[in-house]
């Protein structure tokens, strides 16, 4: 019997965390990528979301996957549901990465992957993330160089999760079947506004670091003045709605139920990623 872990985007935020700590569990992993590098001591195998024919190698030898959606990607369903009947046909347990508050509507497109899921019959864990604290030092990065964090948030809080929690997160719903058939919340132990969050920042690294608020429209501009595809672009500006309705300061123990340690701070994040973030006393 098979008994080894598919990791898709194992060179992302989350799989960079998530292979090594699978890994050190003594767990072995196959680690997926457009490339098919092993990452982190794991075996590497060549995977594409737009090329189904990479789906089998993938899949081969493996009881149990990881399954995420890459930054840049905004046609979830196209790319992500031939990806859950794969696995299916397999019966391939499979820990989805989602997002927090899709199950608000059946009609959002990681809803209708979730519920192609639960449908298909194979064992799963669905996880939902809330904004990740690791955005400040990827894609914020460039406004923290400047002084200035600008997005269309408004005053919305959100309880930024750590990407070393998703991963702990995940790495135990892999490694055990008592949460399966279950959706979580992961989400940081307390909700901060942008401007909260800069002035945070601020102190940990010791330069000015302000919050702007913009539109939606300025936003866009920024982002493709940067290179960022305009769709894409549309795709970031439309999911800060709801920050500004308040919907993403939700606090949630599910990253505790999970792995049996709380959430990190953002505090604990800026201070353990200040040299990435910048920081002047680092």
């Known amino acids: 019997m098979s008994n080894k872990i598919l990791v898709l985007g194992a060179n992302g935020n989350v799989g960079q965390a998530l292979v090594p700590l699978l890994l050190a569990r003594g767990e072995q992993v196959k680690a997926a990528s457009r490339s098919g590098k092993a990452v982190a001591g794991a075996e590497g195998v060549v995977f594409d979301y737009t090329r189904p024919e990479t789906f089998a190698a993938a899949f081969d030898g493996v009881d149990r996957a990881y399954v995420m959606l890459p930054t840049g990607y905004v046609n979830v369903c196209a790319l992500l549901l031939p990806v859950i009947e794969a696995a299916a046909a397999r019966r391939v347990k499979v820990v989805l990465q989602s997002v927090l508050g899709v199950d608000a509507d059946d009609a959002i ?15 799963h864990v669905i996880l ?7 955005n400040f030092h990827t894609f914020w990065k460039a406004g923290i160089d400047h002084g200035s964090i600008a997005l269309p948030a408004a005053g919305g809080k959100s309880s930024f999760i750590d990407v070393r929690d998703i991963a702990a997160s995940a790495a135990a719903a892999l490694g055990s079947a008592r949460f399966d058939g279950r959706a979580f919340n992961l989400t940081g132990p ?3 506004g942008y401007a909260e969050a800069a002035a945070l920042l601020s102190r940990v690294l010791g330069k000015p670091v302000e919050y702007q608020a913009i539109d939606d429209a300025a936003f866009i501009a920024a982002l493709t003045g940067a290179g960022v595809a305009q769709d894409y672009g549309a795709f970031l500006a439309s999911i800060f709605h709801p920050v500004r309705e308040g919907w993403t300061a939700v606090l949630s123990p599910d990253v505790e139920t999970l792995t ?5 701070s953002l505090e604990t994040y800026a201070c353990d990623h200040a040299p990435a973030l910048g920081g002047s006393q680092v």
């Open 109 to 123: 497109p990681y809803r209708k992957v979730e519920i192609a899921l639960e449908k298909s019959g194979t064992p």
């Open 128 to 134: 939902r993330p809330n904004w990740f604290a690791d």
């Open 190 to 192: 307390e909700a901060l």
């Open 260 to 264: 049996g340690e709380p959430p990190r």
